[in-house]
């Protein structure tokens, strides 16, 4: 990349990725493999965004690496930007510390000597007035002044309202901004404040509970699963007839490529394509706040090392991954994906009430995790397999509620006051999972089904009955759930038939209903979440459209994601397409998530509709006592029962009780 600037050009790297083969190129290969035939030649290339440093000139270039050489260099429009780094977000910290108005403005609080001040860098966001150039809005707040030298201490406990903003360019304070504390707009000077008391949510600073006993994850044998090295970056991972890849990178985090089971193709790709999180203050500065947690930073660089803490549990097997910093240079990211098995409770049982005997299973999960920090927030993502066939993706949002400055006795609608002179204000959190189906090969379309009461009629005369009608959806578009009808989505291939009931083999999705974005039609927060106003999006499938909120979310204006691709009403009916399924949570702010919130778990589940000829679990070894070692067993359940047997001359006798 550098060799096609000047000696002296000092390039700011954001991405240093894969380029995906096109989809034409590659699905022939996997065939190929698949059929263990002679594989096609593909070039592999990387995808390369990067600035001239200290300037607003943005490029994207495509490299050839297999033939060592530059395909495209393309400089993008001044309106677009691209995502913060590592390297520029703590940059922003020191530039705003540092700078002379801010310690100023600082000093008018008259804090005690030696407290220490922290900056949180925020993306800008977009509110159409001048906010043209690349910046950043810095929220400011004061660790427990009791322990100044624990860099661990709880700084949201303590926000103050002076918000620097720093031009990302220049990298110089460009204002400062006064946040409003009270009910209304109103701005005030900045004063001596009280300093109100900790809030501290480490083991360290709590008496502990001392009645839990341990709880061992104990797999004497090992792990079922086997994971293999697939190529420069892959991971092959084979569980329970499960096969699929693993792969990862800056935006996306963990990404599933040509899911499969028992052989049969489900899933071409796999992974979590946007995040938005708007906040619900009206006023300046906190109505620009609506960040892009994938877009704006990205779930591989905030991601976790899992090694650190007790976040996987059992026979943990961990991936690596290898990104870049800004300057270009490799950054390993360690343990950033753990792959683990959980026992997740009964997965079938029965039984017989007239023999006693049961029959009973235990399910069996294996769980491919990940775990990003995004400044006060943490989602733990987890794609989730089980015996039956069924595949679940699950977040789980904990961490730090993002707080601001409150006058004392102060009531506003848009948040909670969770300590003294600390306001959480409500906000959403809205997910869209990229589903690029294969169900049973390329060719597939989306229906969904309806319960709907059947008329009084002579079939129907009791009123009690009621039928399911299925639906097609034939253009590209944005659908909703109804739950009045148990309105439920499938991805169908309408050319390969269930031999048992005729049926066309599918996939149905069970996504819990959400709020949607409540920011109106005409603001840029709905502009620019184009995924958040539907539960499901489907598009035609074309190569690069892989996010959601558009490929550069950073101070977005909307206009070049799934919205405006649905908006080209495509054929969707037995084509290569993408399902975007959307979840969120509506995050009224309680007092008990703060200091630390209590993990908010959400799930989508992608589960067979007449895919199998029965159930998948069915073979899986019972559930026994020699094996589980539990501490107790119950008497075996059993009810007299009467039967009937069928005679010589075909008619029924009672015989006695069992």
Known sequence: MRSIHPSNANLQFKAITLEEPRKAQLVPYLEAEHGRARLPNIDRKALVCYYIR???????????????????????????????????ILAMEKICLEDAAVKAEIAKLRL?????????????????????????????????????????????????????????????????????TGPGLERKATRPIPVPPPNEYTPEHHKLRTDLKPLHVVQPEGASFKVTQSGETGQLVEWQKWSFRVGFNQREGTVLYDVRYAGRSLFYRLALSDLNIPYSDPRPPFHRKAAFDLGDAGAGTMANNLKLGCDCLGSIHYLNAVLSTDKGEPMPMPNVICIHEQDAGIGWKHTNYRTGHAAVVRSRELVVQSIITVANYEYIMAFIFNQAGELTYEVRATGIVSTQAVDKGVDVPWGTVVHPGVLATHHQHIFSLRVDPAIDGHANRLVYDEVHPMPINNLNPHGTGYTVRESLIKHSSGVDLDNATNRTYKIQNS?????????????????PDFQKMLAHPTSFHHKRAEFADHNIYVTRYRDNELYAGGKYTNQSRGGAGVRAWANRKDNVVDEDIVVWIQFGLQHIVRVEDFPVMPCEVIRVALKPMNFFEGNPAVDVPPSEQRVNKSMEVTERHAQNGMEARVGEQGNCEVGSRL
């Not at 050319?495 to 996504?511: D, F, M, V």
Request: aromatic share 8%.
């Open 112 to 180: 005690p000597q030696g407290m220490a001040v922290v900056s949180d860098p925020w993306i800008y966001g977009s509110d159409g007035i001048n906010d043209e150039r690349r910046m950043y809005q810095n929220f400011l707040y004061v660790r427990n002044p009791k322990e100044q030298s624990d860099l661990g201490s709880n700084h949201y406990a303590f926000p103050l309202a002076i918000s620097p903003v720093i031009d990302a360019v220049t990298r110089k304070v460009v204002r400062i901004d006064i946040a409003p």
């Open 54 to 88: 200290n300037t607003d000139k943005f490029h994207e270039a495509t490299i050839n690496l297999s033939q060592h050489k530059v395909e495209t260099n393309v400089r993008l429009s001044r309106d677009i930007h691209g995502p913060g780094d590592v390297e520029e």
């Open 495 to 511: 050319s390969t038939r269930n031999p048992i009931n005729g049926k066309p083999t599918a996939y149905k999705i069970h996504a």
